[in-house]
């Protein structure tokens, strides 16, 4: 149990205190209503005595009296009605009003208590359950079987200013004696017979004549006695001289609570009570006569049984919901009209003419009443009893028995004796000798002599139960358990099982609750002080009963006390019978009492996972808090309720939903000042993306606009940094080459993942799209109507730069929140246009995004606060109530709906850089919500026209492009950057190629090509056209691929009419595509870039991206392998150059399937292009002029190169490259202009290699060393080897393909390329190999670079170029001559710049059986080897001489050649690769 503020010594002795009557006359009463006051009331504030009294027992000894309270009252005679064991109606209220007076106070003393893992504030006492207790004792009917409250004597008060005040005494006196021993009336109740009465005198010190007061006073010492009378002197001031100065007021706390009585008792339907010369009642001392009927009381405005038919943990059901918003509207109603009593006469004053030395008076006077008047009247009673019960103990027990009959009178059973074992139906008349013993136990009780009232009580016990008059010995077994408690020195162990006996006796035997809860309070409160606590709770949980509501309720709440003060706190069971004691609270109308035990229990509850006990915690407080007009308590619980992940039904979560809404709908106020919280839905934060300009049109037409960026895509980490990639090079290359510093990447859409650490930039006039995720967790439907954002605005001018500490004092600071209270309202388009929408519906546990859109009209900066919406629940929900007439069509749901707000805060990313940050949680700032609005900017689309999205491998296809500028600022410094280069072409407008007319054949099927006709007489195959071309004329560099960072040709200008595109101008530009290499689906990007024409503003730049898809179908394979033509330099032909010539075989395969419906493949034209080399002619021309390759065909042909004229590379600052065009058809493609030369240019920038390279870049071919560089060594021997095996030609393909698409046959065209390097080593159009190459090792440890070695075997072969001149067949007379003589010149010519040692060994034999099978053995004659030098490029012949023994074919491809620069001695010997077989005929004749 909780604290109390006695002693549970104290409580017990207050609990049973001597009773005294008074019966005033009316003069006396007069005087004493001076003050406000009757004659009891007057006195009630003195009725403690504060010294001790002394008494002597029936042995003589003393015993002190400590403490001693005597309870005085008027005398209120009722007829007699037959009392029942139930407390009465008038009752009820009483205890009820006392309760609900009584409530704890705001910053009362709270016990924390610390259990496990619970900390409770609990508060430390339960001073209403203490004036409960007490109003209760003081209520108590009178009762026959024991004597505690009956009266003992009787103050008979008379005024002094009586005429004859003797005469008055003795009226009083006769009235007294009637009311005691008339027999009409039988409450109140007296102790004896033979009550003490005693004779006050009333003296008016004000009005009265004090010497006549003193002479009645002395006539009355004579009559009565001086112990018997006496002379009271009050009212020594009048009021109005009195009301200046401050004298205490000790009534209001007692009239408080009689007050409380005197109102019930007035309202009480119980029969006429008879005044007593007309007092004023004020307590209930007669033993109120208890009418049976319904307690109807209501307080704090609900009906006190209005739940009685409900468990204390069931949640509302569908069916209660409409009553449960009823009883909400009812309450609502009420609880404006209910009063609460405070006194008697409140605003009034209490004894205004008594003085300080009144109150002395009045205090001497009760002291002088009981010490010579009541206790000596006590102590002579109790030595009578005692003689008696002295007598009785002479005899023996079974005489005692056989002479009861003579001794006490005659006992009458009043029902049968079957019926005594089970009844209280046994009643001793009053002279009965068990009642005397019961008398002078109670007497020896009352004046604390409890060892001798034990023994006492312990008799009468025996006796009773011998007679089985169990009300009786219920009473005797109550008070001794009690008596043995209270004694002083070494006491008896408490009685507990007496107390039980007693309590169960008085229940289920009596039938009397009454008696029962009296005996179950004392025994709670004494094993409460003996730490008993398990043993209390038992007691009280057991006393609980449907009867009373408002007593279970303070019983379960001390149990619950009980269970957390043990040793070890039992938390859940405290919180779970505080529950049981908020919901019987609540049944008996005490709201705050009940509110307060669910609020004390959740504490235990919360956030441990019991959902449904904290959903019924939660509603149930909501509700009492609505109730008791607390708005902000009720909807912090309704809140907790709708945002935990429920586990209730639908239905239940649908009231809860109502319940919420109505409470806010229906406290005034909540939403007239500023917008309260919404709980519902949730918002993830953290998934708000937030995006920044226009939404692109998707199409229009034939057009197909920019994707750019939207809120549709999903955010790629990769594609993020691949974008910023794109966009430095871009700005890079706008920047000369350099990055600004204050460079930062564009970001159109933020979010999570995002770097949010800056503020965003907007642009004025242009609109914010906010996306916010919302989450409905219940498993009801939400309807969210005039949903808009909420904002902040400050107002900067960013056209005329301020200092800071100006800007920011003249700033203007805007906000739409009143705005946004009242939906459907003006709001400030002026400054921010705010989108509205009108409703958003969320289903069940559905998650659903909602993008808002805001137009700013002016620059500043913008602070994106939350959300306003009208939440509301649908009628789909099983709301009967809301939308119970069909009639009321849409109001319905605006009924239930409420607005509201919710802020959006999104967390920053944790910071992690400092040691500081590290060790500590803190979190940086996350901006994405605060953009700062900039003046304007210009404002791009693009659409592509005829864009394919499906090409050939090499297809080469135009398309047109059509910039927009869609603002109200000129754009210009249009540039793009594309991910694969090599994709696409804008054409070259620096190249002033005179224009041709087209042939017929290329404008019928629109080629992309610019072609001519192919001059009539030319040879087919043979060269038509020789271009010399800078690769600057077509964007590229000197050496064709740039560094990284620099842009390159990855970035490419974007030719503008006047540079410029004005505000509203489009333009349109053609575009050439090529598909890619590979087949497959290629994901490529591109980067337009654009900047205002009006500089210096917050944004330098913009930019638009582009994301296309191309699905690239197999086409032809190209493979293509050079060797060196053994024809010598000075037999090629004066035209060709003596420079050297080359022979080239081109392998082609078609390799399309037929997916694609490609009929067949034309070779139209062979192109080359180089620094070095040119394609001269085809030496194996079709005969058709064509070369057609069908499915799975293959085809070769075979070219002569030469070497480029002196002339034609002397420039060497330009460093041209040649182009050779070799048309196999009748029309000649001119590939020096765009676009094939532009994807010739663009060839080397692959898809994969557009990223900054990670390793050394390997060897290309136009980064190669062009020879040897001063200083000589290693190196330079490496690079003249090498360049003695370069070739650097690349082969241009151009093919034609026949289509059938919709039963038309359409021609496509396409180029594809090759790049031969090495005299020898194969190369291949197609890269699909190399992928093999990517599975690798993974390698932890970085492998150095090689170190420079000597050339390869491979490349020192090269070195020398051999020839062997004989005649093809030789006829010899072998019959004449066997040995025959054939002369051989071996031609060798050094293709190096450097002097080379060569060896001829002419001792090589062919040891291989297949060739000596095919070819004869033969010998050469002569010397067999030979040494020789030759210088650089020289030719030296060497006449061989072979000898043959018989006819046949021989082969003379046999000598050996080893070759080895001069200057290298120690390099070994490499043998020269023989050209093919020199096979001679010997003949015989």
Not at 1003 to 1014: G, M
Not at 1329 to 1338: F, N
Request: proline content about 6%.
């Amino acid at each position: 149990m909780a604290q109390c503020v006695q002693s549970v010594q104290e409580f017990i002795q207050d609990s049973f205190v001597p009773m005294v009557a008074v019966l005033c006359s009316e003069d006396a009463e007069k005087v004493t209503r001076k003050n406000n006051l009757n004659f009891s009331e007057l006195l009630r504030p003195f009725c403690r005595l504060t010294s001790e009294g002394h008494t002597r027992d029936p042995n003589n000894q003393v015993q002190v009296v400590k403490n001693l309270r005597i309870s005085v009252n008027n005398v209120v005679a009722r007829p007699s009605v037959p009392t029942s064991g139930v407390p009465g109606p008038a009752q009820r209220r009483l205890l009820s009003e006392v309760v609900s007076a009584c409530q704890p106070a705001e910053g009362g003393v709270a016990n924390v208590i610390t259990a496990g893992d619970y900390d409770l504030n609990i508060s430390a006492t339960t001073p209403w359950f203490e004036a409960y207790r007490e109003s209760f004792l003081q209520s108590m009917p009178a009762s026959d079987h024991e004597f505690l409250n009956h009266y003992l004597a009787c103050l008979l008060v008379v005024s002094s200013s009586e005429a004859v005040p003797v005469e008055q005494f003795l009226k009083l006196s006769q009235e007294q004696h009637r009311i005691q021993h008339n027999g009409e009336y039988t409450n109140p109740k007296w102790f004896i017979p033979n009550t003490l009465k005693y004779y006050v005198l009333l003296h008016d010190m004000s009005q009265g004549d004090e010497q006549r007061a003193d002479s009645v006073y002395e006539d009355m010492k004579q009559r009565y006695g001086a112990q018997g009378c006496y002379l009271l002197k009050i009212n020594s001031r009048t009021a109005a001289v009195g009301a200046d100065e401050q004298i205490p007021d000790p009534w209001s706390q007692y009239l408080n609570k009689s007050s409380l009585q005197s109102q019930d008792q007035s309202e009480e339907p119980a029969p006429a009570p008879v005044v007593v010369n007309n007092t004023a009642v004020e307590n209930n001392v007669g033993g109120t006569p208890e009418m049976d009927g319904h307690d109807s009381a209501e307080n704090d405005g609900v009906s006190i049984n209005s739940l009685d038919n409900t468990h204390p943990l069931q949640l509302d059901t569908a069916s209660d919901t409409p009553g449960s918003l009823d009883s909400l509207r009812s309450v609502a109603v009420e609880t404006k009209t209910t009063t609460v009593y405070t006194g008697v006469a409140a605003g009034t004053s209490h004894g205004a003419c008594l003085t300080l030395k009144d109150h002395d008076r009045l205090r001497l006077f009760i002291q002088e009443f009981t010490f010579r008047g009541l206790l000596p009247h006590i102590e002579k009673n109790i030595r009578q009893l005692n003689d008696q019960l002295v007598s009785r103990k002479g005899l023996s027990r079974s005489l005692f028995s056989a002479t009861k009959k003579w001794f006490g009178g005659g006992k009458v059973p009043e029902k049968s004796i079957a019926e005594l074992k089970n009844t209280s139906g046994l009643l001793y008349p009053p002279e009965a000798p068990e009642l005397q013993i019961r008398k002078m136990a109670d007497l020896c009780f009352l004046v604390q002599h409890y060892e001798l009232a034990y023994s006492c009580y312990h008799t009468a016990k025996k006796d009773f139960l011998s007679d089985q008059a169990m009300l009786y010995a219920a009473g005797a077994l109550e008070m001794a358990a009690v008596s043995a408690f209270l004694q002083g020195g070494a006491p008896r162990p408490y009685p507990a099982h007496y107390m039980d006996t007693a309590i169960q006796t008085y229940r289920d035997v009596c039938k009397n609750k009454v008696l029962a809860e009296r005996c179950a309070l004392l025994s709670a409160e004494v094993l409460k002080s003996q730490a008993k606590y398990s043993d209390a709770a038992t007691l009280l949980i057991k006393m609980t009963s449907e009867d009373s509501d408002l007593c279970s309720a303070l019983l379960l709440e001390q149990a619950a006390h009980c269970f957390i003060n043990m040793r070890n706190p039992m938390v859940r069971k405290f919180a779970f019978h505080m529950i049981l004691a908020g919901h019987r609270f609540s049944k008996a109308g005490q709201k705050r009492h009940a509110l307060r035990c669910y609020c004390q229990a959740m504490q235990v509850y919360k956030g441990k996972g019991w959902s449904l006990a904290e959903d019924h915690i939660n509603f149930t407080i909501g509700r009492q808090s609505f109730t008791l007009r607390q708005p902000e308590n009720a909807v912090s619980a309704f809140r907790h309720i709708l945002t935990n992940d429920s586990q209730q039904t639908s239905t239940q979560q649908g009231a809860f939903l109502r319940e919420y809404l109505y409470v806010y709908r229906n406290v005034p106020g909540v939403c007239e000042v500023a917008l309260p919280q919404l709980p519902l839905p949730c918002i993830n934060s953290s998934a708000t993306r937030v995006y920044f300009g226009h939404e692109r049109r998707l199409a229009e037409g034939e057009k197909q606009a920019a994707t750019h960026v939207s809120l549709d895509q999903e955010f790629d980490r990769d594609l993020a940094a691949m974008w910023q990639d794109l966009e430095e090079q871009v700005v890079a290359a706008a920047n000369r080459g350099v990055v600004p510093a204050t460079f930062y990447p564009t970001q159109c859409c933020l979010n999570s993942q995002t770097d949010n650490l800056r503020f965003p930039l907007a642009v004025v006039e242009e609109p914010i799209i906010v996306e916010v995720a919302f989450r409905n967790p219940l498993k009801v439907p939400l309807v969210l109507s005039d949903l808009s954002l909420l904002w902040k605005f400050t107002l900067k001018d960013f056209s005329r730069p301020q200092p800071q500490d100006v800007m920011v004092g003249d700033a203007v600071t805007i906000s739409n929140e009143k705005e946004a209270i009242t939906p459907r309202t003006a709001q400030k388009d002026d400054i921010i246009a705010t989108e509205v929408i009108p409703e958003f519906y969320l289903s069940s546990e559905e998650t659903r995004v909602a993008r808002l859109k805001l137009l700013p009209r002016q620059t500043g900066q913008l602070n994106i606060l939350g959300l306003v919406y009208n939440l509301a629940s649908t009628p789909s929900t099983g709301d009967s109530t809301i939308n119970s007439n069909a009639s009321q069509g849409p109001s319905a749901t605006e009924g239930t709906s409420v607005r509201g707000r919710q802020d959006l805060e999104i967390q920053g990313p944790r910071l992690n850089q400092t040691k500081e940050e590290k060790t500590s949680v803190s979190h940086g700032p996350d901006r994405r919500l605060d953009p700062t609005i900039t003046p304007p900017m210009p404002l791009l689309e693009v659409f592509f026209l005829q864009f394919p999205t499906a090409l050939l491998c090499g297809e080469i296809r135009k398309a047109y492009v059509e910039f927009c500028n869609v603002s109200r600022i000129p754009l210009c410094g249009l540039r793009v950057a594309s991910t694969h280069p090599d994709f696409f072409t804008f054409g070259s407008s620096s190249l002033a190629t005179p224009l041709t007319p087209l042939s017929p054949t290329s404008f019928e099927n629109c080629s992309a090509y610019k072609t001519l006709a192919t001059p009539s007489g030319a040879t087919p195959g043979s060269v038509t056209a020789v271009t010399l071309v800078s690769a600057a004329d077509f964007g590229s560099g000197g050496g064709g691929v740039t560094g990284p960072g620099t842009g390159g040709k990855r970035v490419v200008e974007i030719p503008l009419g006047e540079g410029t595109l004005t505000p509203g101008e489009s333009t349109q530009l053609p575009l050439w595509l090529r598909g890619p290499d590979q087949e497959g689906v290629h994901e490529i990007n591109f980067l337009f870039y654009f900047e205002s024409a009006e500089k210096g503003g917050k944004i330098s730049h913009r930019v638009l991206r582009h994301t296309v898809f191309i699905c690239a179908s197999r086409s032809l394979s190209v493979r293509a392998t050079a060797c060196r033509s053994n024809t010598l330099p000075e037999e090629e032909r004066e035209e060709e150059g003596k420079n050297g010539s080359m022979l080239v075989f081109v392998d082609m395969e078609n390799i399309n399937t037929s997916e694609a419906g490609v009929r067949e493949f034309h070779i139209v034209q062979v192109s080359s292009s180089s620094k070095q080399w040119r394609l001269h002619k085809c030496i194996n021309p079709a005969e058709d002029k064509d070369c057609k390759l069908t499915s799975r065909e293959r085809g070769k042909l075979c070219f002569r190169a030469t070497r480029c004229k002196p002339h034609e590379a002397t420039s060497k600052a330009l460093e041209k490259y040649t182009f050779a065009d070799l048309s196999l058809g009748n029309e000649q493609i001119i590939s020096s202009t765009t676009p094939c030369a532009d994807f010739f240019f663009r060839r080397c920038q692959s898809s994969a290699s557009w990223r900054p390279p990670i390793v050394v870049e390997t060897q290309g071919r136009h980064s190669r060393s062009q020879g040897a560089g001063p200083g000589g060594g290693a190196e330079d021997i490496t690079g003249v080897v090498r360049k003695c095996n370069e070739v650097d030609l690349d082969i241009i393909v151009l093919w034609k393909a026949f289509v059938v698409e919709d039963n038309k046959q359409v021609i496509l065209e396409g180029q594809l390329h090759v790049a031969l390097q090495t005299i020898g080593k194969e190369a291949c159009s197609l890269t699909q190999k190399e992928e093999a190459q990517e599975m690798v090792l993974l390698k932890f440890k970085p492998e150095l670079p090689p170190p420079m070695t000597r050339p390869s075997m491979e490349q020192l072969s090269h070195l020398i170029k051999t020839n062997l001149h004989y005649p093809e067949s030789y006829s010899h007379p072998f019959i004449q001559k066997s040995l025959c003589m054939v002369p051989v010149t071996l031609t060798l010519s050094n293709c190096s710049l450097a002097h080379v040692d060569a060896i001829i060994d002419l001792r090589h034999k062919t040891t291989s059986p297949e060739s000596l099978e095919v070819h004869g053995s033969f010998t050469w004659l002569g010397q067999t080897q030979y040494k020789l030098q030759l210088r650089a490029q020289e030719v030296m012949r060497l006449p061989l001489r072979a000898g043959f023994l018989h006819a046949g074919v021989y082969n003379l491809g046999t000598p050996r050649v080893f070759a080895k620069l001069a200057d290298q001695g120690a390099m070994c010997e490499t043998s020269q690769q023989t050209a093919t077989p020199a096979l001679i005929i010997i003949n015989s004749t």
